[in-house]
Structures are given as structure tokens and as C-alpha cells.
């Protein structure tokens, strides 16, 4: 009976991560009545969170994450910042922080899209960046 080999590389499972797509909180909703004026907030610690899940390569890995603002949509264009970044080295991220506004109007929403992406690495194959988008919505009821 022959045997045959999956994936067999020199007796080393090839390096590769992903997004655990179970881990993913990708939607913070700062909803609250509207006041007559501009409301700001800052979102709770861990409001949003991912895991990267690597595999293969040598075992032994290291994480490096970046946040970034992608879009907002608010009267101004620059109503949501980040205010902590928190643990950046580690697979799971969930200590983001974002600064924020509320609308003044019932009805209107301010929002903005943040991509958190992870560069994983195994310091012997090339690094692997895995991105995951976050949304932070404020609508004024």
C-alpha cells in the first residue's frame, strides 16, 4: 500500500494565520438619546475584538497589531479618534479604545470604519498580515 504525504515540506508544516472569525466583535453601537448637541464618548475597553490563529512554520510566534481609522462619516469629518491601543502583542486584540461623537439630531448617525491588522510572525518564514474592520456606530435616537 503506498503512502502518500499532504503537505509535506522538508518535514515542516507551512507557516499560515487567520482571523478566528468566531473571536470577531467587529460592530461597536454608542446609540443614545439625542441632547441637542454634540455628544462625545469613548467606547468601552474590549467593545471590539479578534483572534489571530496561527499554524505551522516553527511554533513559536510573535504578534504585532496596528489600528487604523479607514472612513467616518460625521459633520466634520474627524469626530472619532483612537484613544488606547492597549496589548498589541498578543493573538488576541481586545483592548481598543475609540474616541467618539454622538449627533445632536435624533435620527443622524456618526460613523466610522477602523481596520485592525496583525503582522504574525515566525521568524523564519515571511510575516503574515491578517486585517479585520471594525465599525463604530453613534446614532442619536
Do not use: H
Not at 19 to 34: C, I, N, R, V, W
Not at 77 to 94: D, E, L, M, Q
Not at 108 to 114: L, S, T
Amino acid at each position: 500500500m503506498p503512502i502518500t504525504f499532504i503537505n509535506f515540506y522538508g518535514g515542516a508544516i507551512p507557516f499560515a494565520a487567520a482571523l478566528d472569525a468566531g473571536s470577531l466583535q467587529d460592530m461597536a453601537d454608542m446609540a443614545a438619546p439625542a441632547t441637542g448637541s454634540i455628544v462625545t464618548f469613548s467606547t468601552p475597553s474590549g467593545v471590539l475584538a479578534a483572534t489571530v490563529t496561527p499554524s505551522g512554520g516553527s511554533g513559536s510566534y510573535t504578534f504585532s497589531w496596528a489600528v487604523s481609522k479607514q472612513s467616518e462619516n460625521s459633520d466634520n469629518g474627524n469626530r472619532f479618534s483612537i484613544n488606547t491601543t492597549g496589548t498589541t502583542n498578543v493573538a488576541t486584540y481586545n483592548s481598543l479604545v475609540i474616541d467618539g461623537a454622538r449627533p445632536a439630531t435624533g435620527g443622524q448617525v456618526f460613523e466610522a470604519v477602523f481596520r485592525a491588522t496583525c503582522t504574525v510572525s515566525d521568524g523564519v518564514a515571511s510575516n503574515i498580515a491578517v486585517s479585520a474592520d471594525f465599525t463604530v456606530s453613534a446614532p442619536a435616537l
